[in-house]
């Protein structure tokens, strides 16, 4: 009776099994039960009805489709926030306060004739050329001038003066309360810019001393079309943190 080899006896109960190339082809596959936990967690996370990971998932989803928007309006607008509300009545009929307003750059979705390539079309331009804006001639225009503390403006832009210009025969003289440049705010022109007014304001912006002629540089924007009511909860948001809505 031939002997067992070392190689040939089987392994003790305490001893290893070595590993052989049969067991690696033809062996039996094992997974470890506990890989398949995040799979079953993201099944819980999509399908829960009720409890943390329902509200989890509703409250992401909902963050989701708002950044989304967010960012199709930037896209359109080109301007951040795409989207402001009107704080005053300065503007009415056309605008009210709360009411949301959509901006845009001021060279988008405006005809070619806008002033120096901006896009702005003035009241006196857009007499000739029949533009209209929130039902009155020339662009609703959003600007913030450094000199003035406040929320920005929403008004009209209604001509545009040069450096050191004496506008006071260009001005509409139903908007000024002067017999003179010499007694009209602004006149002559600091600088170059453009001289608004709210539709609803019996005078000009800058004959009212509320700002200069507007620069270019200070402009935000252009109104483009408005939402009723929508712009309170902004107002309200804007007051609770005690940041500055839009006039």
């Not at 967010?70 to 009107?86: I, Q």
């Not at 331009?125 to 662009?139: L, P």
């Not at 025969?169 to 001289?195: M, R």
């Not at 408005?226 to 309200?236: D, H, Q, T, V």
Request: glycine share 8%; charged share 20%.
């Amino acid at each position: 009776m031939a002997e067992n080899s070392e190689d040939d006896r089987p392994p003790a109960d305490d001893e290893p099994a070595k590993r052989t190339d049969s067991d690696v082809d033809g062996g039996e596959t094992t997974v470890d039960i506990n890989s398949s936990a995040p799979a079953s967690l993201l099944t819980k996370f999509r399908t829960a009805e009720s409890g943390f990971l329902a509200l989890l998932r509703e409250t992401l989803y909902s963050v989701i489709t708002v950044v989304a928007i967010g960012l199709l309006l930037f896209a359109v607008s080109g301007v951040w926030p795409p989207m402001v509300a009107v704080e005053s009545g300065s503007m009415e009929p056309e605008m009210s306060r709360g009411d949301l307003i959509f901006v845009t750059e001021t060279d988008r979705f405006t005809p070619e004739y806008g002033y120096d390539d901006t896009g702005i079309i003035t009241v006196a331009v857009g007499e000739t050329q029949q533009y209209r804006s929130f039902g009155g001639k020339g662009s609703v225009i959003i600007y913030e001038s450094p000199n003035r503390a406040g929320s920005p403006i929403i008004h009209r832009a209604h001509f545009y003066v040069e450096n050191g210009e004496d506008w006071y025969h260009k001005a509409n003289q139903s908007y000024i309360t002067a017999d003179s440049c010499a007694e009209l705010s602004n006149c002559p022109a600091p600088h170059a810019g453009f001289i608004t007014k709210g539709d609803a304001n019996t005078r000009y912006d800058q004959a009212l001393a509320i700002a200069g002629p507007v620069r270019i540089e200070w402009i935000r924007g252009s109104a483009r079309f408005r939402i009723p009511y929508l712009g309170y909860i902004r107002l309200e948001l804007a007051q609770a943190v005690s940041v500055g809505p839009w006039r």
